[in-house]
Nanobody, 119 residues
Framework: QVQLVESGGGLVHPGGSLRLSCTAS????????MGWYRQYPGKERELVAV???????NYRESVKGRFTISGDIANSTVYLQMNSLKPEDTAVYYC?????????????WGQGTQVTVSS
């Protein structure tokens, strides 16, 4: 099993910045991807940014140039630096980890952290 712990959410004014952190513990082997998703009330979770163990990171179009994903897959840690935040970025942000375990791809989610952008 893998446990994900997120931190860094909060309330910020439009144009402000926040940095989200996610650390995985437990059976953190053969991680192939870590990333961030967000969810609006009554909506499905949507990809914000992902960081694969090999290859380039990928971003949602609406956050390109404002958000930066970084981290160390080998140490099971991923960050999301969010700059120039907008009210429409208000959502619950979830960390996600993808792992290959005994030939099976498994995903794990954190508990979520609230990001609120408001004046």
């Amino acid at each position: 099993q893998v446990q994900l712990v997120e931190s860094g959410g909060g309330l910020v004014h439009p144009g402000g910045s926040l940095r989200l952190s996610c650390t995985a513990s437990g059976s953190t082997f053969r991680i192939v991807i870590m990333g961030w998703y967000r969810q609006y009330p009554g909506k499905e979770r949507e990809l914000v940014a992902v960081l694969p163990s090999s290859g380039s990171s990928n971003y949602r179009e609406s956050v390109k140039g404002r958000f930066t994903i970084s981290g160390d897959i080998a140490n099971s840690t991923v960050y999301l630096q969010m700059n120039s935040l907008k009210p429409e970025d208000t959502a619950v942000y979830y960390c996600k980890l993808g792992q290959v375990n005994r030939g099976t791809y498994r995903t794990y989610w954190g508990q979520g952290t609230q990001v609120t952008v408001s004046s």
